[in-house]
Antibody
Framework: QVQLQESGPGLVTPSETLSLTCTVS????????WSWVRRPPGKGLEWIGY???????RYSPSLQSRLTMSVDMANNRYSLRLSSVTAADTAVYYC????????????????????WGKGTTVTVSS | DIVMTQSPLSLPVTPGEPASISCRSS???????????LDWYLQKPGQSPQALIY???NRASGVPDRFSASGSGTDFTLKINRVEAEDVGVYYC????????FGQGTKVEIK
């Protein structure tokens, strides 16, 4: 059974860099895409981006200039770094696996987020 | 960017009765492969989000068959055949055609 666990500092100073890690257990990180989603207090879900185990990434346009994702195959985990944070980056951050589903007649797959971590709360404040 | 708009934003429901949530996208979610690129997720109180529907009408693994979804072009609907108390939470649609964008969420609660 695949499990995901987010980790990182709960408090980040404005203008600094937020760093989070998602550790995957029960399956290999290889072969999948891995994503990040956040939920600011009192608001809805916001997609942050995803990374393929090969290192290919796709980021939200609104965060792209501040965002970096990476994969650590040796430790079966992946990470997020968001620079120049402000109070608007305060949120519960979730990591999730993107499960691939075959599309009839196509050589590529469809992906949706099937397994999620429990989330970690990050507050940006001085 | 594709903008997703859900309605209603709040939905009081009666157990045993049907319920329906609408999701509209700012442009068609039809992929060149003929399939619609839209998912539905539910975040129950105190829990992480969970997948309900992918590719507009396919139930994710383990999702009860009282949940169904349909739609085309820019208009999509999630239906709960007979609401149960455990179905309360915030429902989100999300387009997957260009990156990902969530709708604002629809809060479902028991009357």
């Amino acid at each position: 059974q695949v499990q995901l666990q987010e980790s990182g500092p709960g408090l980040v100073t404005p203008s600094e860099t937020l760093s989070l890690t998602c550790t995957v257990s029960g399956d290999s990180i290889s072969g999948y895409h891995w994503s990040w989603v956040r939920r600011p207090p009192g608001k809805g879900l916001e997609w942050i981006g995803y990374i393929h185990y090969s290192g290919n990434t796709r980021y939200s346009p609104s965060l792209q200039s501040r965002l970096t994702m990476s994969v650590d195959m040796a430790n079966n985990r992946y990470s997020l770094r968001l620079s120049s944070v402000t109070a608007a980056d305060t949120a519960v951050y979730y990591c999730a696996r993107l499960l691939h589903n075959p599309i009839p007649g196509q050589y590529y797959n469809y992906h949706y987020m099937d397994v999620w971590g429990k989330g970690t709360t990050v507050t940006v404040s001085s | 960017d594709i903008v997703m708009t859900q309605s209603p934003l709040s939905l009081p429901v009666t157990p045993g009765e049907p319920a329906s949530i609408s999701c509209r996208s700012s442009q068609s979610l039809l992929h060149s492969n003929g399939y619609y690129y839209l998912d539905w997720y539910l975040q129950k109180p105190g829990q992480s989000p969970q997948a309900l529907i992918y590719m507009a009408s396919n139930r994710a693994s383990g999702v009860p068959d009282r949940f169904s979804a349909s739609g085309s072009g820019t208009d999509f609907t999630l239906k709960i055949n007979r609401v149960e108390a455990e179905d309360v939470g915030v429902y989100y649609c999300m387009q997957t055609l260009q990156g990902r964008t969530f709708g604002q969420g629809t809060k479902v609660e028991i009357k």
